[in-house]
């Protein structure tokens, strides 16, 4: 399970860098998991150094074949699945503490690569008309989208981005809604100065609870780790806030799979009573991804000239033509509502002696699987 989490987290990681370059200062928001579990699809049908690339920047060899969805989340909570086109609900216990929903899909213009898809995942392929019903079949793929995330992942191909030479496209989306083990009330909610660097801040909405919770700070990175649950504590929301306006470049820059799973131990993180400012925001992005998995190595894919995908339809000649992913987050009083369309740690215990957590500056945050350490979503917050 670890080689699994593990993939998924340092693709995220590495993803997040990519995107970190141009969007500097901006707000960052995306899905690790949907982004993987959608790019194994692809990964099935690839062969030789198309499959060898896809494998060693994105996905792993084991999530292949499928053990991420039997084993990673099916014991602790109820799961609707759905992958290729054809929903196939799956569904563990009775628990409404948090709702995941996993949504992959290729649509093809070709009636290929059944067999396989369908002895793994017991799906089958959406078809569409790309060359002469291109607006019909960008409608049908933002309308299933749509559906499939309680309608906040809207219009995830614009206009223009599929075009009648579009051959395969990659569509993934993942759907979660959690309430806090802990809620902020609403009545302490109250507007605060969110400060965006040393010369600019905007008022927010700052939301407050003191309660008990499991923080440390990372001397070496001069910033502070908070975790807070969601029922059921199977989830948590892991944030990063530099101590300094200023800081988080330097944590951005140090931060790989490794020390992230250092700064969040139990041997880093100690149970305190914290009293924690926390900003109510929304975020949603937008990412063509094509670029950036080419720079993280990923490239033969989309070249028609080198795409291996024979694995799909051996007579055609196959590329990947777009990756476009979409994020949607809403963190507030009652929890959080997302959905996406993919050295050693020193604690300086006295630094938090104060029990106080201001996330009132810019800051990374992460929705993780606490049981398997695995990063479901990824973010950085600069302007609420």
Not at 59 to 69: A, R
Not at 101 to 118: G, P, R, S
Not at 317 to 340: C, D, I, Q, R
Request: include cysteine; glycine fraction near 6%.
């Amino acid at each position: 399970m670890g080689s699994i989490s593990q993939a998924i987290t340092e693709m995220g990681l590495d993803l997040y860098n990519e995107l970190n370059k141009n969007t500097a200062n901006k707000n960052i928001f995306v899905s690790p998991m949907s982004i993987s579990t959608g790019l194994v699809m692809v990964l099935l049908g690839a062969r030789g150094n198309t499959a060898t690339q896809m494998q060693t920047v994105s996905v792993n060899k084991t999530l292949v074949h499928g053990f991420i969805f039997s084993s990673l989340f099916l014991p602790c909570l109820n799961m609707t699945f759905f992958l290729i086109g054809l929903s196939h609900p799956v569904s563990y216990g009775g628990s409404d503490l948090w709702i995941l929903t996993l949504i992959n899909d290729l649509y093809f213009t070709v009636q290929q690569y059944l067999e396989c898809t369908k002895e793994l995942y017991g799906a089958m392929l959406q078809t569409v008309d790309f060359e002469n019903a291109t607006e019909a079949a960008r409608q049908t793929i933002n309308s299933w989208v749509e559906s499939k995330t309680q309608g906040k992942i809207r219009e995830l191909f614009v206009p223009g981005v599929i075009d009648p030479t579009a051959v395969l496209v990659l569509v993934n989306a993942i759907y979660f809604k959690a309430t806090w083990e802990y809620k902020f009330e609403e009545k302490y909610t109250m507007p605060k100065d969110f400060r965006i660097n040393q010369n600019e801040s905007k008022s927010v909405q700052m939301m407050y609870q003191k309660d008990r919770f499991k923080i440390a700070h990372i001397q070496e990175m001069n910033a502070q780790i908070l975790m807070i649950p969601y029922a059921g504590k199977s989830l948590s929301m892991i944030i990063l806030l530099p101590d300094d306006i200023t800081g988080l470049e330097q944590v951005e820059r140090a931060m790989t799979y490794e020390k992230l799973i250092r700064w969040t131990s139990l041997e880093s993180m100690k149970d305190r009573e914290v009293e924690v400012y926390l900003p109510r925001f929304k975020l949603e992005d937008t990412f063509e991804l094509n670029l950036p998995l080419q720079e993280m190595g990923m490239i033969d894919v989309f070249e028609e000239s080198k795409a291996d995908l024979s694995g799909m339809a051996p007579p055609r000649k196959l590329f990947l033509s777009k990756v476009v992913h979409k994020a949607y987050v809403e963190v507030n009083e009652e929890g959080t509502l997302a959905a996406a369309a993919t050295g050693s740690v020193v604690v300086n215990r006295s630094h938090i002696s104060d029990g106080l957590f201001m996330a009132d500056h810019p800051f990374l945050f992460f929705i993780q699987h606490n049981p398997t350490n695995t990063i479901l979503f990824l973010g950085k917050l600069c302007s609420p």
